[in-house]
């Protein structure tokens, strides 16, 4: 099957194709179709070249808007595509959650990460849950910190548990809290990245802002506050309902976690994975579920992630190890 198909004369080729057309490289071996270029446009020779060209399209119509189009932005389109959904017609570019020290707009980058944002903002308990690099951890804290900007909440909490990986926390130099410090790195930098480390310190000293680990927790009512567990699928049963039942009056909770990456001891069955089957009809609580097209790091990121996904699909015992 052929077709052929015009592109606007507004359009710049190099931006549309890529750097030696690695655009159309990613569109034909995501659809199989051989794209041809032509004087005044594209020739599309394939079994679907409606596929390729609604990627086209999305891609020029990206293009208009003043989008930049790397090779992740391209990946993710064709991946929605793939899916069924439009990027265009999503309107993802458009949602501001706030601006960074910088003076950067903060945006969710992908369907996902959009719903995500919407969850946070209607329910007062919401469960990110994804793989690694789809933005769980920096898009609560930024939120959080919208919340605390627009005086929705008055302390924002960062709690995480301090399980190791493969690692014991004895064996780290330093008192409680430098053996500490190093699973909650990972907050301080979201935190850094959208406050700026001098205002995210001073917030810290005035206690408006705490970042602790998850066992702090225990015996507090928080009120009036942004509540974030961070790394949720290391907490145990005890810990998550311990955890859930601080929020106070005023206060909202963003529970986040990866169920593929379980660092508990053996016979530890996870906080996370039993919230999920035991929460998901409760009213008022909303689950957000982000996918590999949802990573927004390094491409091979979402190859890694897809390979062990389709390996312990094959090897389902294998996660029992």
Known sequence: MERQIQIPQTIDRTELFGNLDSNLTLIREATGVDIIQRDDGLILKGD????????????????IRGENLDRQKVNYIIGLQQDGISYSESNVDKDVICFTHRGKPLKPKTVGQKNYVNSIRKKDIVFGVGPAGTGKTYIAVAMAINAYKNKEVQKIILARPAVEAGERLGFLPGDLQDKVDPYLRPLYDALYDVLGRDAALRLKEKEVI????????????????????????????EQMKMFLTRMGFGSKVVVTGDVTQIDLPKGKKSGLVEAIRVLKNVDGIDFCYLKDVDVVRHELVKKIINAYDQYYKKYPEELQE
Do not use: C, H, W
């Open 210 to 237: 705490e970042v602790v680990p998850l066992a702090y927790m225990r015996g507090r009512t928080l009120d009036s506050s942004f509540i974030i567990l961070d790394e949720a699928q290391n907490t145990t049963r």
């Open 48 to 63: 679907d070249p409606d596929a390729a060209e609604e990627i086209l399209k999305e891609l020029t119509e990206a293009l």
